[in-house]
């Protein structure tokens, strides 16, 4: 009953900056929490931050701390991811997800997926 659309994606010079979005519709969006996940080839996939419903906590991998920042607009029903100071290593494939998770970096406490969106970052 929730469909997720991530965009925002794209080819970055290393310490540059990008900006995901995640539009939601169906259901009303402020009812869940949000979280974006990456994936690299070769690799499982990794959580990278969480928000939940309201805005109110949010939660960041150690990998990202400090040069991500989560946000949503629930008047826009969007999520928004910053990424600042990217490394190689940030490539991936992003992605969103909306639930209720009882434990918030698990993939699978997430009931709703975007498509993704690639990525790359060049050093």
């Known amino acids: 009953q929730v469909q997720l659309v991530e965009s925002g994606g794209g080819l970055v010079q290393a310490g540059g900056s990008l900006r995901l979005s995640c539009a939601a519709s169906?259901?009303?969006?402020?009812?869940?929490?949000m979280g974006w996940f990456r994936q690299a080839p070769g690799k499982e996939r990794e959580f990278v931050s969480f928000?939940?419903?309201?805005?109110?906590?949010?939660y960041y991998a150690d990998s990202v701390k400090g040069r991500f920042t989560i946000s949503r607009d629930n008047t826009k029903s969007t999520l928004y991811l910053q990424m600042n100071g990217l490394k190689p290593e940030d490539t991936a494939v992003y992605y969103c997800?909306?639930?209720?998770?009882?434990?918030?970096?698990?993939?699978?406490?997430?009931?709703?997926w975007g498509q993704g969106t690639q990525v790359t970052v060049s050093s």
């Open positions: 997800a909306s639930g209720n998770p009882y434990y918030y970096p698990l993939p699978r406490q997430y009931d709703y």
């Open positions: 169906g259901r009303t969006f402020s009812n869940y929490a």
């Open positions: 928000i939940n419903w309201s805005g109110s906590s949010t």
